[in-house]
């Protein structure tokens, strides 16, 4: 007889919070930003064999040191104000820290720390500082900053990351032809045959869901497909939510079961219909307004997906019950 071994507890490997975000800054690629007028600053590394001019400071109290290249310092210290002469170049290091106050007060600001520079001399980067690129009339300088984790981190949280192009970023979108609420007891009764009255919609008054979050109102029309008669409408905006749809409907049936559950049983349950499941763009989402057409399958032959919660627990189709939309149910998940 043969003695299992024994079996290794399943160990996922740890990481803090703060490893976490120390990646993910460190990985990300950043936009880009202005950090003066003409003055943009770029994620990348530029290579440079040349001298360095270092600025050494503080922010609060964490010590910092930022690298420009020399071309880049004239530029700064011409922007704000120094004339093309024969002047020391530590004056004009100087000078050109103006050209950023700006920036700087800005900086202050966002990270409620006084920002202080105590020494300008040369000195070369490390390897392992953080590397960007500036540009300003056209042409690219390389620079760079070395700080402690903690300062560094808190820069780049201020340094936005760069989205993915929205060709890339893919959406669901689906029709809600209308709602009807059950209680779970009659729900979960349900089979094949059965017909559910919609409560409230139909595909002459329906709902465009993105991502079951964001929704406008749509309507199917014949010779086109999906038209939306709103514009879509995202759960982080102010403006009144839209109602689940606008039709009335046979609403005497919720009314009945939206009071107090005394059991299980009597729980009201929302069953949205569904239809037209697709996949798009973020590019073509921002394209869609009212009037846009969703090209979609006609509503009279396609299947209607019984959801709960978000989760489909069946199929049926479209009918007319005498003169009231409703959902015949042709499958139920679970029950072949």
């Not at 939206?258 to 590019?283: H, K, V």
Request: hydrophobic letters at 45%; a negative charge.
């Amino acid at each position: 007889m043969s003695v299992p071994a024994a079996v290794k507890p399943f160990m996922l490997p740890r990481i803090s919070l703060k490893e976490a975000e120390a990646l993910r800054q460190n990985n990300a690629r950043h936009s880009a930003v202005s950090l003066a007028e003409g003055f943009v600053l770029h994620d990348g590394r530029q290579p440079w064999s040349g001298a360095w001019v270092c600025y050494e400071g503080h922010v609060g109290h964490e010590p910092f040191r930022v690298f420009l290249v020399p071309p880049c310092v004239a530029f700064m210290a011409a922007r704000a104000g120094v004339e093309e002469r024969a002047i020391p170049s530590d004056i004009k290091a100087i000078t050109s820290l103006l050209f950023l106050e700006g920036c700087f007060s800005w900086l202050e600001q966002m990270l409620g720390a006084e920002i202080r520079f105590s020494r300008i001399g040369q000195a070369v980067p490390l390897a392992e500082a953080r590397y960007a690129v500036v540009e300003a009339d056209g042409r690219n300088w390389p620079v760079a900053v070395q700080a402690t984790p903690a300062c560094l981190a808190r820069l780049l949280a201020l340094w936005p990351v760069l989205p993915l192009p929205d060709h890339a970023v893919s959406l669901s979108l689906a029709v809600r032809v209308g709602t009807t609420t059950l209680p779970l007891s009659v729900l979960s009764s349900l089979n094949a045959g059965d017909v559910v009255l919609l409560e409230q919609g139909s595909p002459a008054q329906a709902m465009l869901l993105v991502e079951q979050a964001a929704n406008a109102r749509a309507h199917w029309a014949e010779a086109q497909g999906w038209v939306l008669e709103s514009a879509i409408i995202y759960p982080d905006k102010k403006e009144r939510p839209m109602p689940d749809t606008v039709h009335e409907g046979n609403s005497g049936g919720a009314q009945a079961i939206t009071g107090e559950a005394t059991s299980e049983d009597a729980l009201p349950i929302i069953i949205s219909f569904e239809m037209g499941q697709q996949t798009i763009t973020l590019a073509e989402l921002r394209a869609l307004g009212p009037g846009s057409v969703l090209v979609g399958a006609d509503p009279v032959k396609a299947p209607v997906r019984l959801c709960v919660g978000g989760q489909p627990i069946g199929v049926g189709e479209l009918v007319d019950v005498e003169g009231t939309a409703g959902v015949r149910v042709m499958r139920i998940f679970g029950r072949e």
